[in-house]
């Protein structure tokens, strides 16, 4: 006992030491020149583009980038399939994109979906960011959209990239939590960096458990330009919108599925696209004139931003379907090498300096991960157009040159290869005018960092809010130092007083002023984005949910088959669950095969759940816990639970409070509760309960 009284006191000592032997530590380089600053890259003018000489930069990116092999530093965690796009008509009015012009070409895609802070052995389900990267084998070269399920993003400049990974990947020290943002390291961070209150508004809402890859949002995050054959130039955002609508778990969900299966996401995607439910997603672009740039109260070019789409409708252009699993995990999945600064004439990048910080680090980290410098050659990332050039050599190369000349120009080799002109589909640069002072500024148009999480918040639904609240405390109730939970609440309270408040009232520290909300820029903007919110009108489609039907010896085949029939022909899948696997006989002397028992299955993994007649069956489900358990759960999460004949007994026998609550469907025969039933998965959840 003696022993461990005496433990906080040398704590306190050694950190006293510490604090006093490095009084006077001045951040270096590496080879010991003191740094000014490590908060802006060098920019020519403060929205100017980031400069090569930048050595920082350079340096603190480059050691970043290679502190780990072969597992990517972040993105470890992933999941990949193959597809194709088509466009739905030409859009040569906005860009000379060849892959964007013909609606009867396909073009190859592949796409990896990945958490962020996570190791490759991390569950799917944790509150993270989700990577959703897209690669467009075009027949001009490749084009990688390689963004999130977030349009925004933690930082407005890419030289802060590795303080944010740092902060929240395991702490240093003993290398926990694996996986997670809640802990100290990293709130430490997000309540310094007030530019990422926007996007902890999203980390924290329900878009950070969403419920499949196939129901997720993707954004291109950065703008980007779109040029057409005349040369004209225009702002772009990208957008993927999946056709399932977007939906997310439930917290309580997230955390079950996580030590049930840490695969959920990766399965329900491998076993969508076996069973021909392909994941489709339509290709969205928010146009706009650089003319009209400035006539918003946001930078295009600060990455914290978004463009609402209230006041610049998302246009959709084309539809992408994942119609392929990957041969090999490794080959595919794991060694494709994405690249920002992989872009096909017509489309260009900006002067976002977190985008000019990423179009220096993919490249730089696939040398390590990869090998060398011939990670295109490694089939995946092998584009369809042909590659000829005067590359050689390096680890792993697989090229057999032939001929003399490796280099240009050359008379030997007959001037191969030729240059392309504009006409000739070379690529071409946009000639954007660049001026400004040498030096790591930042635009004062980036000063404001509240006013967007305030129209995230506003923009939610209650439900949706009082879960982001949840979460918020769930977060910073693992934070150890109170000063840490007073910063970030204080900065809450320049987003919501009512949100500030009540994360407060959970983490036992009160409001106090400190945050200091920057100027607003003048311009177009909006109070509300119903876009925002996850809550959307239903759909009749029931493609990727999942259905539960619970059985037992005696219950009634025909409640079985036509409510199976009626969710299969709305595009939805059941399985049966049961007490053991193996063969369940009906009153009607035919059996079917359950395909997961109590001891595997969850309501967790489902989407509904229903429960046949039979006197039988339903006795012997009444006397199983996990079958109560099971009804209890769904309906705690909002689920639709549907009972025909004396299904309803088993429902009752849960507690379930009240069986005319909206989502709760039941009837004497399950064809009278069918078409109710299908309607109410519809809604995903019911949150009225």
Known sequence: MAKRDKQPAQGQDQLARFKRDNADQRMTSDTGVRIQDTDDSLKAGPRGPTLLEDFHLREKITRFDHERIPERVVHARGSGAHGFFQVYESQAKWTRAGFLQDPAARTRVFVRFSTVVGSRGAADTARDVRGFATRFYTNEGNFDLVGNNMPVFFIQDGIKFPDLVHAVKPEAHHEMPGGASAHDTFWDFASLVPESTHMLMWVLSDRAIPRSYAMMEGFGVHTFRLVNARGKSRFVKFHWKPLLGAHSLVWDEAQKLAGKDPDFHRRDLWESITNGDFPEYELGVQVIEERDADKYSFDLFDPTKLVPEELVPVQRIGKMTLDRNPDNFFAETEQVAFHVGNVVPGIDVTNDAL???????????????????????????????????????????????????????????????????????????????????????????????????????????????????????????????????????????????????????????????????????????????????????????????????????????????????????????????????????????????????????????????????????????????????????????????????????????????????????????????????????????????
């Open 355 to 689: 985008m000019q910080a990423r179009l220096f680090s993919y490249v730089d980290t696939q040398l390590t991960r990869l090998g060398g410098p011939n990670f295109n050659q490694i089939p995946i990332n092998q584009p369809v157009a042909p590659v000829h050039n005067h590359q050689q050599d390096g680890f792993h190369n697989q090229v057999v040159q032939q001929g003399r000349a490796n280099y240009h120009p050359n008379s030997i080799g007959s001037g191969c290869p030729f240059l392309s002109t504009v006409r000739e589909g070379g690529y071409v640069h946009f000639p954007e005018e660049v001026q400004g002072v040498k030096a790591r500024v930042r635009s004062p148009s980036f000063g404001d960092h509240y006013s967007q999480a305030t129209l995230f918040y506003k923009s939610l639904t209650p439900p949706e809010q009082q879960h982001l609240i949840d979460a918020a405390r769930f977060e910073l109730g693992k934070v150890e130092l109170k000063a840490i939970r007073e910063r970030v609440v204080s900065n809450f309270a320049l987003v919501d007083a009512n949100l500030a408040e009540q994360v407060a009232a959970g983490i036992g520290v009160t409001v106090k002023a400190g945050a200091v909300r920057g100027e607003v820029k003048p311009g177009k903007s909006v109070k509300s984005s119903p876009s925002l919110s996850l809550v959307k009108p239903p759909s009749a489609n029931l493609k990727g949910r999942m259905v539960a039907f619970l059985v037992e010896e005696g219950f009634q085949k025909s409640d079985l088959d036509k409510m199976k029939s009626a969710i299969t022909s709305a595009g939805g899948r059941v399985k049966i669950v049961s007490s053991k696997l193996g063969a369940v006989g009906s009153l009607e002397g035919k059996a079917v095969e359950v395909e997961q028992s109590f001891l595997t299955a969850a309501s967790v993994f489902f989407d509904a759940v229903f429960v046949p007649g039979g006197a039988a069956s339903v006795a012997a489900l009444m006397k199983a816990g996990d079958a109560i358990q099971f009804l209890d759960e769904a309906f705690r999460h909002c689920k639709t639970i549907g009972a025909a004949g004396e299904g309803r007994e088993l429902l009752e026998a849960a507690d379930i409070p009240d069986l005319e609550a909206p989502g709760i469907v039941t009837a004497p025969k399950a064809g009278a509760a069918a078409e109710a039933f299908i309607a109410a998965i519809a809604q995903h959840r019911h949150w009225t309960r």
